[in-house]
């Protein structure tokens, strides 16, 4: 019996392996694999960006490569039911806010392992949504 059956589990995804791993710990969680939403954060593009004064890309294709990339990355591991968002911004801001829209019961995010300097210089994505999000987060250190 799972202590959390019913209740939807956002795992964020940046690619990295420690993220993949712990969408792997996330299924294990769940008795549905339909309950999990995974969630990837692109960065906002800056105006001065060449990609943007060269209108050689935009948001629309972005989400559209981000997404695919991500469904053929947990096809790879066999997970095919999986709700897959892609939004644009702060990755600890939209993590929590994704979380608190769909009520989720559990955020399960990976850990880098960071140096204490490097933390305090550029944040920690894992540190914020905790501080942000409405329910219990569950970091995982390699």
């Not at 300097?117 to 501080?131: K, M, T, Y």
Request: proline share 6%.
């Amino acid at each position: 019996m799972n202590w959390l059956p019913k209740k939807a589990v956002v795992v964020p995804v940046d690619f990295s392996d420690d993220s993949l791993a712990a969408l792997d710990t996330a299924v294990e969680m769940v008795d549905d694999p339909a309950h999990l939403h995974v969630i990837h954060v692109l960065p906002i593009m800056e105006p001065a960006d060449p990609g943007i004064i060269w209108q050689t890309i935009d948001d629309d294709s972005r989400q559209k490569h981000a997404g695919e990339a991500l469904r053929e990355a947990l096809a790879k591991r066999g997970h095919n039911d999986i709700k897959v968002v892609i939004r644009f911004g702060d990755p600890g801001h939209e993590i929590a806010d994704y979380a608190a829209e769909v009520d989720a019961g559990l955020v399960v995010v990976s850990s880098h392992g960071q140096s204490a300097l490097r933390r305090l210089l550029i944040g920690s994505v894992a540190e914020r949504v905790v501080r942000l999000a409405h329910c219990p987060v569950l970091v995982l250190k390699k």
